[in-house]
């Protein structure tokens, strides 16, 4: 059974749903700047990158490109900067810093620790990150309220820090997604058949089973509290 048999199911506001979404990526490449969308190829970025081209919006897409994704994630980019009337943007990690990291540590240093793995993160997506997000004055991500506990009240316009997060479908069901891609078939990630409702890099994904949470197969290893890479921490809680 594909994922989207198994999961598009429109909610009963979804066509609201939609039509704010729609105005708040309109808004976005009108009045926030040099504005750029993170994607991860998963299926939230995916519809949204789908509504930026259809909506023939001046928004760039970026992606990161670890030197660590499923080969199912690189075909999607592939076919993606293929057919994007956006530009997609890929940014890779200094290569001399990840050999140095894996010569030092090991390829499965991430197991050993939670300092190791975010180390990993911060060499194959952080840095890279703040590359991507040079001279930007608003980024677009896929974050939903329903993800997770830690993204519970995830707003649609963040402006908690000096560079706007615009989150559009924070108000999504997993079923509006699917509903959405089915909808327009927009091309999504082979391993979203496979019960990989979130992706990341091959070694910190895993599938889920039928009960688990969603994002049960990202660094299953470690607690749940401790789950997220850095991309979406803000700076008291790195703090904290």
Same mark, same amino acid.
């Given at each position: 059974?594909? !994922?989207?048999?198994?999961?598009?199911? !429109?909610s009963?506001?979804?066509?609201a749903?939609?039509?704010?979404?729609?105005?708040?990526?309109? &808004?976005?490449?009108?009045e =926030?700047?040099?504005?750029t969308?993170?994607?991860?190829?998963g299926?939230?970025?995916? +519809?949204?990158?789908?509504?930026?081209?259809?909506?023939g919006?001046?928004?760039?897409? =970026?992606?990161?490109?670890?030197?660590?994704?499923?080969?199912e994630?690189?075909?999607?980019?592939?076919r993606?900067?293929?057919t994007?009337?956006?530009?997609?943007?890929?940014? &890779?990690?200094?290569?001399?810093?990840?050999?140095h990291f894996?010569?030092?540590?090991?390829?499965?240093?991430?197991?050993?620790?939670?300092?190791?793995?975010? !180390?990993?993160?911060?060499?194959?997506?952080?840095?890279?990150?703040?590359?991507?997000?040079a001279?930007?004055?608003?980024?677009?991500?896929?974050?939903?309220?329903?993800?997770?506990?830690?993204?519970?009240? +995830?707003?649609? +316009?963040?402006?908690?820090e000096?560079?706007?997060?615009?989150?559009?479908?924070?108000?999504?069901t997993?079923g509006?997604?699917?509903?959405?891609?089915?909808?327009?078939?927009?091309?999504?990630?082979?391993?979203?058949?496979?019960?990989?409702p979130?992706?990341?890099?091959?070694?910190?994904? &895993?599938?889920?089973?039928?009960?688990?949470? =969603?994002?049960?197969?990202?660094?299953?290893?470690?607690?749940?509290? !401790?789950?997220e890479c850095?991309l979406? +921490?803000?700076?008291e809680e790195?703090?904290?």
């Amino acid at each position: 059974m594909s !994922a989207i048999d198994l999961h598009a199911r !429109a909610s009963k506001d979804f066509e609201a749903q939609l039509a704010e979404t729609k105005a708040l990526l309109q &808004r976005a490449a009108a009045e =926030f700047g040099p504005v750029t969308q993170a994607s991860s190829l998963g299926a939230e970025d995916v +519809v949204i990158t789908h509504l930026i081209n259809s909506l023939g919006l001046d928004i760039e897409v =970026f992606v990161l490109e670890t030197g660590a994704l499923h080969q199912e994630t690189l075909d999607l980019l592939e076919r993606t900067r293929a057919t994007s009337r956006a530009p997609v943007k890929v940014y &890779r990690p200094v290569a001399e810093s990840v050999v140095h990291f894996v010569g030092r540590e090991g390829k499965d240093a991430m197991y050993r620790s939670i300092e190791l793995r975010k !180390a990993c993160c911060q060499i194959r997506k952080m840095e890279p990150l703040a590359r991507a997000l040079a001279g930007k004055q608003a980024w677009i991500t896929g974050l939903r309220r329903e993800q997770s506990a830690a993204r519970a009240e +995830v707003p649609l +316009v963040d402006t908690s820090e000096a560079r706007i997060k615009l989150n559009p479908l924070a108000n999504w069901t997993w079923g509006d997604v699917w509903h959405y891609i089915k909808l327009h078939k927009v091309d999504y990630n082979a391993l979203h058949d496979e019960f990989y409702p979130s992706i990341g890099c091959a070694p910190c994904t &895993r599938a889920i089973s039928l009960g688990e949470d =969603f994002r049960a197969g990202r660094w299953w290893w470690e607690q749940e509290s !401790a789950k997220e890479c850095g991309l979406h +921490v803000k700076k008291e809680e790195i703090a904290a």
